[in-house]
């Protein structure tokens, strides 16, 4: 159970990285 709950924490923290890159890349795009 704990293996699962880590792999699913992983996951988020990666969706939250591209996130995150999505949108500093749109705030560039947006300034520039």
């Known amino acids: ?3 699962l709950k880590i792999i ?3 996951r ?3 969706l939250n ?3 995150i ?3 500093v890349d ?3 795009n ?3």
């Open 12 to 14: 988020n923290y990666g």
């Open 17 to 19: 990285l591209v996130l």
């Open 8 to 10: 699913l924490v992983r």
């Open 30 to 32: 947006f300034y520039h």
């Open 21 to 23: 890159a999505k949108y």
């Open 1 to 3: 159970m704990a293996v």
């Open 26 to 28: 749109y705030n560039d």
